[in-house]
C-alpha cells in the first residue's frame, strides 16, 4: 500500500505542470493515479478486515471463518458449534491462526477447519491436504512467531506440523478463563 501512496505523492506533483502544457498526458497521468489510490483503498480493506473483521462482532467466529474460507478460494468445511461465543480475544486469535493456515495452504489444497469447546478451552485446527509444507504454510519463521506469540500471550499454545502425503496441520487452543 505504501508504493501506491508514494506513487501518488510523486504524480501529484507532476500532474499540475502537465495540466496545461500536455493535457493528454495529465489525462493518462490522473487515469494511472486513479486506479492507484483503487488500489490503496483494496488494500486498506483487506488491512482492516485482517485485523478485526467484522464479522467476528456481527455472524460470530462461523461466519467469519466461513467467509475466510470463501476468501481463500480453496474447498473447506467448516465445523463450529452453532452459536459459540467466545471472548474478542480469543475469536480473534483463532480466527487469524486459521486464516494464515487457509491463506497459505496452496493451489489445489482442500482443507477442513475445526473448533471446538474442551474443558474450559477452546480448541481449533485447520487442515490442508495437498497445499505446502508446515513451513511454507506458516508463510515464514516470522510469521509462525507472530502468531505463536499472539497465541501464547493468551495462556495457549501453537503447533505446525507437515502431514504425511503433503499438507500442513495448523492446530491450538486458548484458554476461555484466566
Not at 63 to 85: K, Q
Not at 127 to 138: H, K, N, P
Amino acid at each position: 500500500m505504501q508504493q501506491y501512496l508514494v506513487a501518488l505523492a510523486v504524480n501529484l506533483e507532476l500532474a499540475g505542470p502537465l495540466a496545461d502544457a500536455d493535457p493528454a498526458a495529465a489525462k493518462s497521468l490522473l487515469e494511472e493515479m486513479a486506479r492507484d489510490v483503487q488500489q490503496a483503498l483494496d488494500e486498506t480493506a483487506q488491512l482492516a478486515q485482517r485485523i478485526y473483521p467484522p464479522l467476528l462482532e456481527a455472524g460470530g467466529l462461523a461466519a467469519a471463518l466461513r467467509s475466510a474460507v470463501v476468501r481463500a478460494g480453496i474447498p473447506a468445511s467448516v465445523e463450529i458449534a452453532p452459536g459459540a461465543n467466545y471472548p474478542p480475544e480469543v475469536a480473534g486469535t483463532v480466527y487469524l491462526c486459521c486464516l494464515e493456515a487457509l491463506e497459505h495452504a496452496g493451489a489445489g489444497a482442500q482443507a477442513t477447519v475445526k473448533v471446538r469447546d474442551e474443558e474450559e478451552e477452546v480448541a481449533f485446527e485447520v487442515v490442508g491436504d495437498g497445499g505446502r509444507s508446515a513451513a511454507t504454510a506458516a508463510g515464514s519463521d516470522a510469521a509462525l512467531e507472530r502468531l505463536r506469540d499472539r497465541v501464547e500471550a493468551l495462556g495457549g499454545r501453537l503447533t505446525i506440523r507437515s502431514e504425511r502425503g503433503g499438507g500442513t496441520r495448523v492446530s491450538g487452543s486458548l484458554p476461555l478463563s484466566r
